[in-house]
């Protein structure tokens, strides 16, 4: 695991959390946390690094940016050098609390939940009851609001040096399906590439970008539907086609790419493997074309769904594509679907420095799934791929 | 990272919580999460060990293990042999689980809330929300209570195996506090320090119990209050006291030890380290002679302040101790002062097959702080050590 021991990413981040501010029209985020190394609210990362003990509350104004932490923590919090105010108290936070919220006396107050995106959903039931009774007899109660939007653009719009870094995780995410290239052999059982794989994320100095146990998800032949299935002894054959959902997390941002590989010489590939292929990969060519600033979550979507079904194939059970940052799926605008599980994700926005995953499968009448994925970056005239996007499939042979 | 492709911890926990429930009079547990890879509750790794990504139901009752899933998510959950009915969805949960309550019809239903407990605590308001929406017009609504009691019983009553690999961790931990006593000298940095414990845990394929950035804690001379500080350029010197705060999460399973060495001779020891060292050593031996199944966590912590206080120093301003598992800080009866900070968790009445830290720091004139802290398992006679207690300084010439 690579530590971070500098904070200039948090730092620049919990500056752009300030200026947000005004163009919500909000006049405070309020981060109220506790013991977050066993649950720790999404947005933290971005805008602390590392963990609180005691119940804490950092608070952004258009020109400050306080924390109001357990005495433990003071010491560490200070040496990040993100906060300008840092009180730190010992046996109840309640009275500093209501202290710095009438100094600042902020009218509309952002709290984090949000019914739609977990990654600005990091307030509990029981830490939102603790702050209702320490707000009670205040007036700051009845100014709470969800930071939902607040959140999307903070975590969606990509600093430089995020973006630096997510390059880099698609890069090492590159080499190591290129290193695979030449480990894969007929005869292999998933857990043995899923291992191989272990070894080279170990090599490198990153680890997975979600759960261990299915990244990479390893899926050989026909036999499984692709999801979040960890790896089995299932043998890679002759004919048949693997198929890898692989990311990596570099310096805390993550990559997330899908690879089809076949087995046999590029003539043997069936007629209707090269046809779900070009698909998939033709698909997603439409909807990188389509997508710009602007543009809705499901339109993107609608792109691909609409392609797909054009080809007289059925589609995807899934969206087309989810934001990436320090998390694999990082929240916000989804490309996706209408359908209530996905509530108002998609219909988001696309903005300039989000960045992307387009992904989708196809399914064949024998040989299983055909599922492709790239990473994009959204930028003023469109999007620029940060993987290289998979133009045929890998032969081995 | 040890990846562990068995679940039968996470099974025999499951059929623990089953069988808790009717002692708390509850008739059905309902874990309520989604994307869990990006905030995940921490009864989760108890009970299923794994993530989830699409909103999920886990719903217990006395005979019966339900899950619903989204349908990528299945054959994951369907592997690990955990659940009795797996129900998969693609659009939208909100049939199934209204289905499934009907189905088992359940007179009161706990969730995830506590302001006491963060390790009870891992609803979140978004999906409280959601739940909400989706139960309305249903009689479930109003049945729906706090899984706090629920949840610390379940926490806190330790299987054979998971004493076991606690042990492990100690054990692991007590290597490595060894292996220092070798390689710490004269003129190192605290960062130095910590590499070499780094390199250890490598070595030995565990990684730390909480936030890498302070784990372990490493405290050179009489410069820092200890905490949750990092590790800094501060040297070891002769003369003074090095502390240390460290704790290996092995198999998912924490210990915590703090430690304290002396650059010098035993003669060298000033009396008023000396004092405070066994002011600390004998206040934790105190408390464990007391502590007994039925104690209320308030009363033991009571115990080893009042020895301080008898020894003229000022009392230490956190808990005496925590509970220790899957989390170096546990959850449930905390053996701490009344204090705002604290809810109810001092409140709490200790049982037979806990795991706590005791723990406490002096302050010395000259020296700084002198700190220890012991693993100990509730027994129904009292208590086992799970760490050898520190009975010296360590002396390192």
Same mark, same amino acid.
């Given at each position: 695991m690579v530590i971070e021991m500098s904070f200039?990413?948090?730092?620049?981040?919990?500056?752009?959390a300030c200026k947000i501010l005004k163009e919500q029209d909000i006049d405070a985020w309020f981060v109220w946390v506790r013991e977050t190394s066993q649950m720790a609210d999404p #947005?933290?990362?971005?805008?602390?690094?590392? %963990?609180?003990?005691?119940?804490?509350?950092?608070? !952004?104004?258009? %020109?400050e940016k306080i924390a109001i932490v357990g005495n433990f923590d003071k010491d560490g919090v200070e040496s990040k050098g993100i906060y300008d105010t840092i009180i730190p108290y010992t046996a109840s936070i309640r009275e500093e609390?209501?202290?710095?919220?009438?100094?600042?006396?902020?009218k509309k107050i952002a709290i984090n939940y949000s019914m739609n995106d977990v990654a600005a959903d990091g307030l509990s039931v029981g830490m939102h009851m603790l702050l209702q009774d320490y707000l009670k007899n205040t007036p700051y109660l009845n100014r709470l609001m969800s930071a939902e939007n607040h959140i999307q653009k903070l975590r969606g719009r990509k600093t430089a040096e995020?973006?630096?870094r997510i390059r880099k995780a698609v890069k090492i995410t590159e080499d190591i399906f290129e290193r695979a290239t030449k480990f894969v052999k007929v005869g292999q059982t998933e857990i043995e590439i899923y291992d191989f794989f272990h070894r080279c994320m170990n090599d490198l100095? #990153?680890?997975?970008?979600?759960? #261990? %146990?299915?990244?990479?998800?390893?899926?050989?032949?026909p036999y499984k539907q692709f999801g979040h299935t960890g790896p089995t002894d299932n043998k890679t054959k002759n004919g048949h086609l693997l198929h890898f959902d692989f990311g990596v997390k570099y310096k805390g941002y993550c990559s997330d790419i899908q690879r089809m590989f076949f087995f046999g010489d590029t003539k043997d590939i069936p007629s209707e493997v090269q046809d779900a292929f070009e698909t998939v990969r033709d698909g997603i060519q439409a909807a990188a074309k389509w997508i710009r600033p602007g543009a809705v979550g499901y339109e993107v979507d609608n792109i691909a769904r609409d392609f797909v079904k054009a080809a007289g194939y059925e589609e995807?059970?899934?969206?087309l594509g989810h934001?990436?940052?320090?998390?694999?799926? %990082?929240g916000g605008t989804l490309l996706g679907p209408k359908w209530e599980r996905y509530g108002e994700s998609p219909m988001g926005v696309v903005e300039v420095g989000n960045v992307f995953t387009l992904e !989708?499968?196809?399914?064949t009448e024998h040989y299983g799934q055909v599922s492709l994925e790239e990473d994009i970056l959204i930028t003023r005239q469109g999007c620029e791929f940060l993987s290289k996007p998979q133009e045929e499939l890998i032969c081995i042979n």
């Open positions: 200039t990413i948090e730092k620049s981040k919990a500056e752009q #947005v933290l990362e971005l805008i602390l690094g590392g %963990d609180l003990t005691w119940q804490s509350a950092l608070i !952004f104004t258009e %020109d609390l209501v202290k710095q919220l009438t100094r600042k006396d902020p995020e973006v630096s100095k #990153v680890i997975s970008a979600w759960d #261990v %146990d299915h990244c990479p998800a390893v899926d050989a032949g995807y059970q899934h969206a934001q990436l940052g320090r998390l694999a799926h %990082d !989708f499968y196809v399914t």
